[in-house]
């Protein structure tokens, strides 16, 4: 049973930056994508950005040059740095992990907010 474990988010003021790191315990099927959604009270979960095991990245449109996603294989550890953060970037985060699997496999962190005050 693969676990995520996040860790990093806070409160910190506009323009300022944190990383969320995100490790997997458990063993992971070597083709998967991990990464990152966020959530809002009253809105749907979305994606924020993912990274396969190949180095294959996705960014949401809002996220874009402000955050950078990164992986340590052989960690089994997602980071996400994120910089320049607005006060619309107030969510909480969560740690995901798709396993390439028949069936595929989806795992959820248990989430972390962060808070940016403007």
């Known amino acids: 049973q693969v676990q995520l474990v996040e860790s990093g988010g806070g409160l910190v003021q506009a323009g300022g930056s944190l990383r969320l790191s995100c490790a997997a315990s458990g063993r992971i099927f070597s083709f998967n994508t991990m990464g990152w959604y966020r959530q809002v009270p009253g809105k749907q979960r979305e994606l924020v950005a993912v990274m396969t095991s190949g180095g294959s990245s996705n960014y949401a449109d809002s996220v874009k040059g402000r955050f950078t996603i990164s992986r340590d294989s052989a960690k089994n550890t997602v980071y996400l740095q994120m910089n320049s953060l607005k006060s619309e970037d107030t969510a909480v985060y969560y740690c995901?992990?798709?396993?390439?699997?028949?069936?595929?496999?989806?795992?959820w962190g248990q989430g972390t907010q962060v808070t940016v005050s403007s």
């Open positions: 995901y992990c798709n396993e390439y699997t028949i069936p595929p496999h989806t795992y």
